[in-house]
Nanobody, 120 residues
Framework: QVQLVESGGGLVQAGGSLRLSCAAS????????MGWYRQAPGEQRELVAA???????NYADSVKGRFTISRDNAKNTVYLQMNSLKPEDTAVYYC??????????????WGQGTQVTVSS
């Protein structure tokens, strides 16, 4: 089991920045992929950004060039730096950790979420 605790959400004006952190309860070097998802009211949860153990990254088109995901294995923490925020970025942001055995998903863990609100 992996417990994930997010922090860093809040209220910011459009054009501002926030940095989200996700602290894991165990070493994340054994976690194959960690990511950030978000869910706005009335919308489905969507992938924002993901990072593999080797450092490969993947971003939603809507955040490319504005958001940066990174991981610090020594601190068991994943970060999401969000710049040039827009009102449409408003959502609850969730941290996710996935563990694969070969190509089979054997662990899928979620944090409790942190609210990000961007005012216009």
């Amino acid at each position: 089991q992996v417990q994930l605790v997010e922090s860093g959400g809040g209220l910011v004006q459009a054009g501002g920045s926030l940095r989200l952190s996700c602290a894991a309860s165990r070493r994340i070097f054994s976690i194959n992929e960690m990511g950030w998802y978000r869910q706005a009211p009335g919308e489905q949860r969507e992938l924002v950004a993901a990072i593999t153990g080797s450092g490969g990254t993947n971003y939603a088109d809507s955040v490319k060039g504005r958001f940066t995901i990174s991981r610090d294995n020594a601190k068991n923490t994943v970060y999401l730096q969000m710049n040039s925020l827009k009102p449409e970025d408003t959502a609850v942001y969730y941290c996710n950790a996935k563990k694969f055995l070969t190509s089979t998903l054997v662990g899928d863990y979620w944090g409790q979420g942190t609210q990000v609100t961007v005012s216009s």
